[in-house]
């Protein structure tokens, strides 16, 4: 039904940046929400960042000031610009949309390493 394909991950070192993209297709649908959530295995999944389809934000209180998110909804597509990265960053980053209703889709996860 509803694909979510994110992109850009990788290795980084500390203090520099990457910019996350997860592209929806499969399904004509329009996307209330669209976020980002990180795990680290054997951890929960923790919400990173969300935005509406109106345009507004929110985000968790660790990335405030240091990532921003976006999306165009022509596209189906959010993004994540993740600056001034640390290892404390380093997670699987999952791309997460909500159309108007109860239920949610998630990505495959892309894999973010914060390392020297």
């Known amino acids: 039904q509803v694909q979510l394909v994110e992109s850009g991950g990788g290795l980084v070192q500390p203090g520099g940046s990457l910019r996350l993209s997860c592209a929806a297709s499969g399904s004509a649908v329009s996307f209330n929400t669209m976020g980002w959530y990180r795990q680290v295995p054997g951890k929960q999944r923790l919400f990173v960042a969300r935005?509406?389809?109106?345009?507004?934000?929110d985000y968790a209180d660790s990335v405030k000031g240091r990532f921003t998110i976006s999306r165009d909804n022509a596209k189906n597509t959010v993004y994540l610009q993740m600056n001034s990265l640390a290892p404390d960053d380093t997670a699987v980053y999952y791309c997460?949309?909500?159309?108007?209703?109860?239920?949610?889709?998630w990505g495959q996860g892309t894999q973010v390493t914060v390392s020297s």
């Open positions: 935005i509406f389809i109106g345009g507004a934000t």
């Open positions: 997460n949309a909500a159309p108007f209703g109860p239920r949610s889709y």
